[in-house]
Structure formats: C-alpha cells, structure tokens
C-alpha cells in the first residue's frame, strides 16, 4: 500500500478531513490523514472522541480497494485487529478487543477506538474511511468519559512510545490483516475470536432488542455469528444485526 501522511495539525476531524480529500477526488488508497488534536473527533454512535493536543494519535486511513470492497464487519474486525497489534509492536501488553473494536487493557480500560465510515457507498467504486484514536500520553480524562467506562494510555500502562511510532506499527499490522481479509477471512475470524477471548466461555450478545446467551460455535463473515444455547440448540445471528457481544 502506498503510504502519504497529509499532516493537518489542529483539525476538526481527521476522518472529515478524509472525506473531503474524497469528494474533491484527490484521494488515494492508503492515504493517512493525520492530527495533534480535533476540535470536532467523532466516536462511534454520535458520540465525540476527546481529542486534545499533547501526543495522542488521531488518525484517519483512506481505503479504496477494488470492488467489491470490503465485507463491513470484517473490515471492522481487521482494523480493530491492526490497531491492537500495531499496540502490541509499541510496547502494549495484555491487550484485547471488545466488540466490535475497542482496544482495551488487562482490567478493562479503553486505549484506542476505532471508527470505520463510508458516505454513499458505490459498489463499482468502494471506498472507506478507517479512524482510530489511540491514547497515548495523556494520563488524565474528561469525568464525562471516565464516568462512562475506564480509560487508559499508553503512558498509564507504562509504555514509552511516542504517535509516530505507534502510527508506523499500526499502519504496517493494518495492512497485514487487510491483506487476510482479503485472502483468508476464516483465519482472521478465528483470530478475532481469540484476541477478543469469545471463545472462553458464554456469551450474551445484543441484537436489536433481544439478548440472546450461549456457547461461541463459530464466527463465520457470510454466516453470522453461531451460538449454542443452554437448551443445546444452535443460534445464528448475521454479524451486521450483533450490536454488542459480551463474555459473560
Ligand atoms: C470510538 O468511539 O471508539 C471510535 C473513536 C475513533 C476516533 C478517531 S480519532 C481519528 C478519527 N477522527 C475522528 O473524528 N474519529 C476517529
């Protein structure tokens, strides 16, 4: 892939910034928008991304592969799993996925976030917009944040590394599992599974309204994610309807 960094500074979303490069159809695959802070950064469900100056990463990776694209979750599923061991190359230990893609420590607390888009996708011409924030040298947070879900950084789980080099890492492992979306996507199934740890014990998973339990069968991209229930019956689910997905 080839790789420009267009750097903005302060912006107001990296992610905005790379649909504009888009719409005005000067954008390339694997171009990577990058900034010190966002005035405006995006989370996923409508909710904002705190995004200060001082070192953390804001990053947007422009993707535009042939048709037919990519399958959405398992685009989803690839960049979390890039961003995770692109964490893992910098330094971060205990590391795993929650669903459908934060990076989160040993005791639960969020690192990084990703946020995958496209805007009127046309299926002759794919594109996608692949956010992720990582926190890297901040070592305190907005009480709105913390008073939703534990939050950590880099520097909190004792990691030197500065955003270039957590960018570098990421970049080069989000290319890998981009490349096994594409040529093997059972494989990068199962390792989502198992860097998400679904497959060590039950699961509740959200879809729509309905909280459905059971044993992990399978994770398949086109068949959906297979449980079985405490009445031993098994129950498919198609991964677009999975909301949220829990170990319980
Ligand atoms: C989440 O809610 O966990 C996803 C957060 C994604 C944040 C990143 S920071 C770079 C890019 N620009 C944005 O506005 N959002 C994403």
Redesign the pocket.
Same mark, same amino acid.
């Not at 107001?12 to 905005?16: A, I, K, L």
């Not at 990463?57 to 947007?60: I, M, P, R």
């Not at 990084?112 to 946020?115: E, I, K, M, S």
């Given at each position: 892939m080839d790789r420009r960094v267009i750097r903005h500074g302060v912006t107001?979303?990296?992610?905005?910034r790379a649909f504009a490069a888009l719409a005005e159809g000067s954008a390339s695959h694997g171009d990577v928008?990058l900034?010190t802070a966002?005035t405006? !950064?995006?989370?996923?469900?409508g909710?904002e991304?705190s995004?200060p100056e001082g070192g953390d990463?804001?990053?947007?990776l422009v993707l535009l592969p042939p048709p037919p694209g990519y399958d959405p979750v398992g685009l989803t599923m690839a960049v979390g799993l890039g961003v995770l061991r692109g964490l893992e190359s910098a330094g971060g230990e205990e590391l795993t996925l929650k669903w459908p893609?934060?990076v989160v420590d040993a005791a639960g607390a969020?690192l990084?976030?990703?946020?995958v888009e496209s805007r009127g996708l046309q299926p002759d011409a794919p594109h996608y917009v692949a !956010?992720?924030?990582v926190n890297i040298t901040r070592t305190e947070f907005p009480a709105e944040l913390t008073a939703e879900r534990p939050v950590t950084s880099l520097r909190l789980l004792g990691v030197t590394a500065d955003a270039e080099r957590v960018l570098e890492e990421i970049l080069s492992e989000l290319e890998a599992a981009l490349t096994q979306l594409i040529a093997n996507p059972s494989a990068l199934c199962s390792a989502f599974v198992r860097r998400a740890g679904l497959f060590n014990g039950p699961l509740e998973v959200q879809r729509g309204r309905e909280l459905c339990r059971g044993r992990l069968l399978e994770l398949d991209l086109e068949v959906g994610l297979t449980l079985e229930t405490a009445e031993g019956a098994a129950l498919t689910i198609p991964l677009e309807h999975v909301s949220a997905l829990r170990q319980v």
């Open positions: 107001d979303s990296t992610s905005e928008h900034a966002q405006r !950064g995006r989370g996923r469900l909710r991304w995004s990463l804001y990053a947007s893609n934060d969020k990084a976030g990703v946020l !956010g992720f924030g």
